[in-house]
């Protein structure tokens, strides 16, 4: 599969992000049942409001698409945040809520060995790999995942892998990653590559997600920000204002 990238360029029109959007979606002709997992509106300046109303507009016509907002452990986006995010584009019939207590499924989970090399011994624990069940068993063609690429104070850098075992995990990726990256200090963290965290995540997709989920990251890129180890993902710096 192609790797996508847009940079060079200060700002993004809309032109140049629907057409980059285009030859993402030219990678996967036919798909009748289509999962977009976008932030939820704490992210709101992430421009992912946008792609998903584009990405919604271009797949709905011929396939079923729903949009699962990456909640985390937040609060389900009430009217005025689904509105302003998704304007009137994405029905809200079709907008799924992530409930991190009941809706997980165990995949599997990270050694206790490797959590304590990742922490240099700090954190010598097993840690269950969960994520939003209807990521396996929704009968998905193709899952995307969109959104920004920016400092991130547990992750180092946000986004990517982050979106799906954080804003679609469960109770114990959640609490344990987060306090896997505190044990090890924010100097270790913040704006920083391959940080702890990110290690984790990382070790969790390749363990259970690669080559079993039609996933996709579409990410707004940070400068700088070197590309993880996607199968397939789209980069774009700041877009100017619609």
């Known amino acids: 599969m192609e790797e996508l ?4 360029t200060p700002v993004v029109s809309r032109q140049q992000l629907e057409a980059q ?12 049942k289509v999962l977009v997992i976008p932030p939820d509106y704490t992210r709101c300046y992430s421009y992912a409001g946008v792609i998903t109303q584009l990405l919604y507009q271009k797949l709905s016509p011929s396939a079923t698409v729903h949009v699962m907002p990456a909640l985390g452990t937040h609060m389900p986006m009430d009217e005025y945040e689904m509105s302003q995010f998704f304007g009137d584009v994405v029905p809200r019939e079709n907008i799924l809520i992530h409930r991190w207590q009941t809706d997980t499924i165990r995949l599997g989970y990270v050694p206790a060995d490797v959590c304590s090399e990742i922490s240099n011994g700090l954190f010598p624990e097993q840690i269950d790999v969960e994520v939003n ?4 068993d929704g009968g998905y063609d193709l899952i995307l995942s969109v959104g920004q690429v920016v400092p991130h104070e547990v992750v180092g850098m946000a986004n990517y892998s982050k979106n799906i075992f954080v804003g679609t995990g469960g109770r114990e990726m959640i609490n344990k990653s987060h ?5 090890c200090g924010m100097e270790k963290a913040l704006g920083v590559i391959d940080s702890p965290a990110r290690k984790l995540y990382d070790y969790a997709q390749q363990h259970f997600i690669d080559g079993k989920l039609p996933l996709v990251s579409a990410n707004r890129h940070h400068p700088g920000r070197r590309r993880s180890a996607a199968a397939w993902s789209v980069h774009w710096p700041v877009p100017e204002a619609l």
Do not use: C
Request: charged share 15%; hydrophobic share 50%; aromatic share 12%.
């Open 5 to 8: 990238y847009l940079t060079g």
């Open 21 to 32: 959007l285009d030859r993402l979606l030219e990678q996967w002709p036919g798909v009748k």
């Open 133 to 136: 069940h209807l990521l396996f």
């Open 179 to 183: 306090m896997l990256s505190a044990i």
